[in-house]
């Protein structure tokens, strides 16, 4: 049973995440066809900056809060 629940869990999980990847895709579309809006992919040296950026932050609130610091740490393992 356990293995069945499990199954049908990671099913559902595929599916969600599929469903959710087409209908981003249409939205972005949406956006762009409707609105004019020009979607672009953010420079990696933004990205690099803010991961940078937020290892700051969240060193900050390790400090402060011991939860925080368990979930975060276990988040990067």
């Given amino acids: 049973m356990r293995k069945l629940v499990q199954a049908v869990c990671d099913e559902m999980t595929l599916k969600n995440t599929i469903e959710e ?3 981003g895709q249409k939205a972005l579309e949406r956006i762009e ?3 004019g809006v020009k979607v672009i992919r953010t420079p990696e040296e933004i990205l690099i900056a803010f991961l940078k950026a937020w290892d700051k932050v969240a060193a900050r609130e390790c400090e402060k809060n011991p939860w925080f610091k368990k ?3 276990s988040q990067r393992e």
Avoid: S, V
């Fill in 21 to 23: 990847w087409i209908w």
């Fill in 71 to 73: 979930i975060y740490e």
């Fill in 33 to 35: 066809k409707e609105y």
